[in-house]
């Protein structure tokens, strides 16, 4: 294929490799250039082969994952696809230069074709776990790239007046009183619809509501 994606993978451990190796292998339009087990291997190995996206977990020995990312995002994109939601390593990746920052438990199988895809195309994708971390102009700009033009709705929360959503579900529901489908919701933030679903259950949940209708009605009479 033309729009072929070289993938170089970068993990210290050996079981995670192999799996994330056997996945990718079933992806038709992905390549496997390398795959190793520390980051300084990672550097070399990008600068020699040049591939067009490196997977790099954060704690690896040698050269950890955020020092990596730093000397290969100068090559080709970066994600950190990682277990560690630490939010010092979240903003560190993103300032260092990685596209995007993954937590293993959110990635679902049927997500990361568009999860390599949306990269490549100069996205920026962050778990949502992971998200609130980010550095507010990192924040800012995912916002800007992924969200919908819209006017200003009272729909836009209130700093105390949330019913203690966290910050992806006051944007979800943000987007669900402006009459968004889960499948625009999912395009907007760049996750899978069964994640947005999620989302809106744990929402439905906080606001006390059994129906999107009520969520609705509820979220836009607060004051």
């Not at 992806?27 to 980051?39: M, T």
């Not at 997500?111 to 962050?126: E, K």
């Not at 992924?146 to 944007?171: C, M, Q």
Request: glycine fraction near 6%; hydrophobic fraction near 40%.
């Amino acid at each position: 294929m033309n729009d072929q994606i070289r993938v170089l993978i970068a993990d210290d451990n050996s079981i995670v490799r192999m799996g994330l190796e056997h996945l990718l292998s079933t992806v038709d339009f992905v390549q496997i250039i390398g795959s190793v087990e520390n980051g300084a291997l990672a550097v070399e190995v990008a600068n020699a082969q040049k591939p067009d996206l490196c997977l790099l977990d954060v704690r690896m020995p040698v050269m950890n994952g955020i020092e990596a990312a730093h000397e290969i995002s100068q090559v080709c994109k970066v994600l950190m696809l990682t277990h560690s939601e630490d939010a010092e390593n979240v903003t560190a990746a993103m300032a260092g230069g990685a596209s995007g920052y993954v937590i293993y438990d959110e990635l679902e199988t049927e997500y990361l074709q568009h999860t390599l895809r949306s990269v490549m195309a100069g996205a920026m994708i962050v778990s949502p776990s992971a998200s609130s971390a980010l550095l507010p102009q990192h924040s800012e700009q995912n916002s800007n790239r992924s969200l919908p033009s819209r006017p200003e709705t009272t729909g836009n929360p209130t700093a105390n007046d949330n019913f203690g959503l966290s910050k992806r579900e006051v944007e979800v529901m943000g987007l669900v009183a402006d009459g968004l489908s889960n499948r625009q919701i999912a395009d907007a933030f760049f996750l899978s619809e069964k994640t947005v679903k999620n989302h809106i259950n744990r929402i439905f949940s906080k606001m006390d509501v059994s129906s999107r209708a009520e969520a609705v009605s509820v979220w836009l009479k607060r004051t």
